[in-house]
């Protein structure tokens, strides 16, 4: 372990957690008890015990086959409750808690009876639609046969008639008429239902297959019908089929099947009929109660299974992670106890004693579990206890790397760099106050938010109400600093130190004004605003306050490295990084902003630009008229030197004296040997596994840093610039929609026009600056504060202490 | 000299600050060195945001000028 708290105070949020490997050996009988108290916990990271074993090898596999199957009728009973239109309920009732074979037994009863409910209102329904579609051929042939009849009583008389007026050849019509009337007797037909576009092909084989001597009379069913066999609504029509003979009856029966047709019996005598349809139609709403009453029912008990269904999902997802849990535990050869090991934080030593203490009372357990902390080399998780307000800073640290153990955190400084250089690229009071309110409604109806499901960006925006909220705060600070409201200046603070030049002020447009009192005491003057030479002086100053902010925050990053050297102890990397990067960087870039306040305190017109140049091109000229102060051409030779001497600094001397290290251990090591040749246990317990030292490896790596360091410095002190640039857009599109928008409807002299130029200001204030330039804003944040400052010191090669808990159960896991 | 006063007025405003936080937030010494670090560090981060542009204003290269028919 490394020594904390002994050269600094310890710091929250600065180093993770002390953590430790602990190893618990909890007897069999309160093993699940005291994981499920753990998991209430939620501060061990149990280590898989067992990971050269397959799921179905391992101790519980059984147990979570049956997890699975309980989860598999729930996520039925989901189905069903989804279908039926039953949500679960929220308020879920939390008195009785079922144990893991009391849940199965009743979730398996009431998965029977819902199958079966389900099973029986199927029948119901099928022969309900049987029927339906039974009293629609019914009704339809029985048409078929009134209309018949009808016509052939009316062909009957027509005959008699022609009889009557020619006497003359009665023999031969009559004979004919015996024949026709013997045929007709010798007549059947067969009645049903056809799907409606199967209707014409289907009448079109039937009159084909029997050569013609069919008669087919369809009728169309306005509305859908329910399909016995699909439980579809279907366009079907009514079909009868007039036959004579066998073989043509099992033809047409043939092509009903193949077309799906049902058939129905149908009788053609008419008192028949009207029997038959008094008893489809009681058997039909005898039915319907039947089936309504069924459905009843089966609401019923979803309802039920509603009332409980979180509260079981919930439980489910905790004894099927138990499970898990349990499964990375190793069994010992008597059966009796389990082996578990783990990470924890120091703080929860105690914590998990009550709860292990617990378990045992709960249980009854003769035997309590044993909880001892293991020495190791291994490297623990990384744990950063925050709260509400600092968990989205460690988040934004979080995304880039997770830091190694115990490594300095940048998040402590993030918290409040972060929203500040935003505010840098942002500063407007106006906007920030509107930022500020939005963030004020978030943190205001925090409550009501976090229980909530919200979107995805409303999520995100949820999550960092705190870093919105000191964003705002710095953005009204800095667009008081900048004096933009909305890009409005006022004299907030006392009138501009600029008047003009007489009483006329004829010379305003062409020398301009000139500065009369003391300077404005609280950021930009307002007079510039609006005047020819804004712009040039305004991206003086910003350029030249990126250069300022950008060193100041690489210097705060490596300091940063240092305290990382410090606390691990390692002097190569306080003396051979830590002093030639603090050298090098403030040799240039340090005096570049040295340079930059002298010549804003002196007002001297030196180049800036040229004073760097020469001081590498030609370090022995004289500097002339750049000249800002006596001795600054020594100065700069000496700093020059001190830049070309911390290059090889930082580059040669840490590879050898790894490499003289590790030979030195390596010697130690052949001492052991030697001392222990007379005991060959303890010279093999002595014995350290060794590791192989490759110097060109290592010397290639520090190449590397050192390349990247000394680049990195140029380029990332350029990428400070992005600070001038970001500020510059949101400063000019603020203008423009107030003088284009506001200003030019206001000119108008017009209401309607005022209004409509009202609403596009707000519309573009709101969609274009408070939208897409804070997000920008944001990014370009992110970037100034993952590269140019956590590449300074962060290695962010740690992995994240992911305890076993409920809590992260609940929300990520899904059944 | 305005420099100067300003500057102390943002020393004292940070002092008070930090007793405010230590009073107001008091939760052991290591939170509260956490609270003073942020305290210090925002305190710091504002007083250098004034600074920079006060000193870019104290003796200016250019003036105003105004556009022409204003």
Same mark, same amino acid.
């Given at each position: 372990m490394v020594n904390e708290g002994r050269f600094l105070p310890t710091m929250d949020l600065l180093r993770s957690e002390p953590m430790q490997l602990v190893q618990l050996i909890i007897p069999i009988e309160s093993a699940h008890r005291s994981i499920s108290y753990l998991g209430d916990l939620g501060l061990i990271q149990f280590k898989?015990?067992?990971?050269?074993?397959?799921p179905f090898q391992r101790t519980y596999a059984s147990q979570i086959k049956r997890c699975g199957e309980m989860a598999r009728r729930l996520r039925l009973f989901k189905e069903q409750m989804t279908k039926a239109g039953v949500s679960p309920s929220?308020?879920? $009732?939390?008195d009785n808690h079922f144990d893991l074979e009391h849940l199965e037994v009743k979730l398996e009863e009431l998965e029977a009876e819902l199958l079966e409910i389900n099973a029986n209102n199927e029948k119901l329904q099928h022969t309900y639609n049987e029927l339906l579609e039974y009293k629609l051929v019914l009704e339809k042939v029985g048409e078929f046969f009134s209309s018949a009849k009808n016509k052939a009583v009316a062909q009957q008389k027509e005959l008699e008639f022609q009889t009557t007026v020619e006497g003359s050849i009665d023999s031969p019509l009559l004979l004919e008429q015996e024949e026709t009337t013997t045929k007709q007797i010798k007549l059947r037909f067969i009645s049903g239902l056809v799907h409606r576009e199967k209707s014409i092909p289907f009448e079109r084989i039937i009159f084909r297959a029997t050569r013609g001597n069919v008669f087919l009379k369809q009728a169309v069913i306005q509305h859908p019908v329910l399909d016995p066999l699909s439980g579809e609504k279907v366009h079907k029509n009514v079909f009868v089929v007039f036959y004579s003979g066998e073989r043509v009856k099992s033809k047409i029966l043939k092509i009903c099947d193949a077309f799906g047709a049902n058939r129905y019996p149908f009788s053609d005598d008419l008192s028949k009929q009207f029997q038959t349809i008094r008893e489809v139609s009681g058997r039909l709403s005898e039915l319907k109660t039947t089936i309504d009453a069924g459905l009843i029912h089966r609401s019923t008990l979803l309802q039920t299974i509603g009332y409980h269904y979180e509260q079981w999902s919930l439980q489910l997802k905790k004894e099927k992670s138990i499970y898990h849990t349990l499964n990375m535990l190793s069994i010992n050869v008597t059966k009796k106890c389990l082996l578990a090991e783990g990470w924890c934080p120091v703080f929860a030593t105690s914590q998990i004693h009550k709860v292990l203490e617990r378990a045992t009372m709960d249980c009854s357990s003769q035997v309590g579990a044993i909880f001892q902390v293991l020495e190791t080399k291994e490297s623990p998780p990384t744990y950063f206890s925050t709260n509400k307000f600092t968990s989205s800073f460690q988040e934004i640290v979080d995304a880039y790397g997770i830091a190694k153990y115990?490594?300095?955190?940048?998040g402590v400084y993030t918290i409040v760099t972060f929203p500040f250089l935003f505010a840098v690229m942002f500063g407007d009071w106006g906007h920030g106050i509107c930022l500020l309110l939005a963030a004020l409604y978030l943190i205001i109806r925090e409550k009501k938010f976090a229980s909530q499901k919200l979107g995805d960006i409303m999520e995100m925006a949820f999550g960092g109400r705190y870093i919105i909220m000191l964003m705002a705060l710095f953005s009204i600070y800095t667009g008081l600093i900048y004096n933009e409201f909305f890009s409005v200046p006022f004299e907030l603070f006392g009138p501009s130190a600029y008047g003009c030049?007489?009483?006329?002020?004829?010379?305003?447009? $062409? $020398?301009g004004f000139i500065k009369v009192r003391s300077t404005y005491p609280f950021g930009v003057d307002p007079k510039w605003h609006g005047t020819r030479s804004e712009l040039p002086f305004l991206n003086s100053l910003k350029m030249k306050m990126s250069i300022l902010l950008g060193v100041s925050q690489m210097n705060l990053g490596i300091i940063m490295s240092y305290f990382n050297a410090k606390y691990f102890e390692n002097n190569i990397n306080i003396w051979y990084q830590f002093v030639p990067q603090i050298i090098f960087l403030n040799s240039l870039f340090g005096y570049l902003s040295l340079l930059i306040i002298i010549k804003w305190s002196t007002g001297s017109q030196a180049d800036l630009y040229h004073v760097m140049i020469y001081m590498f091109l030609s370090p022995t000229d004289d500097l002339g008229?750049?000249?800002?102060?006596?001795g600054q051409k020594l100065l700069q030779l000496v700093l020059l030197l001190l830049a070309l001497v911390a290059v090889p600094w930082m580059l040669v001397p840490k590879p050898f004296l790894l490499k003289k290290q590790h030979q030195e251990r390596h010697q130690g090591q052949s001492y052991d040997l030697l001392y222990g040749t007379d005991d060959p246990l303890e010279s093999e317990s002595q014995s350290i596994p060794h590791d192989e030292f490759d110097f060109s490896e290592v010397f290639v790596h520090q190449l590397i840093h050192t390349i990247e360091f000394v680049l990195g410095a140029v380029s990332n002190t350029a990428s400070y610039l992005r600070l001038w640039a970001l500020s510059l857009a949101h400063s000019e599109l603020s203008s423009v929609f107030y003088d284009k928008v506001l200003l030019l409807a206001w000119g108008y002299n017009s209401t309607i026009v005022l209004i409509v130029g009202i609403f596009v200001f707000i519309c573009a204030t709101v969609g274009v600056l408070l939208l897409m330039e804070s997000l920008s804003a944001f990014l370009h944040a992110l970037r100034l504060h993952w590269?140019?400052?956590?590449?300074?010191?962060?290695?962010?090669d740690g992995y994240k202490f992911f305890p076993f808990s409920f809590t992260l159960l609940t929300d990520e896991d899904e059944l | 000299m305005g420099f100067l006063v300003t500057t102390l007025i943002f020393v004292v405003i940070g002092i008070i600050a930090c007793l405010c936080t230590r009073i107001c937030c008091n939760r052991g010494p290591s939170a509260n060195l956490f609270h003073l670090t942020l305290v210090i560090t925002a305190t710091i981060c504002c007083w250098m945001m004034w600074a920079i542009v006060y000193l870019a204003q104290m003796k200016p290269l250019i003036v105003p000028i105004l556009n022409e028919g204003e």
């Open positions: 898989d015990l067992n990971a050269d074993k397959s929220t308020w879920s $009732t939390r115990q490594e300095a955190n940048p030049r007489d009483s006329s002020c004829r010379d305003a447009s $062409t $020398t008229e750049n000249q800002l102060f006596v590269v140019e400052y956590q590449n300074k010191f962060y290695e962010g | -």
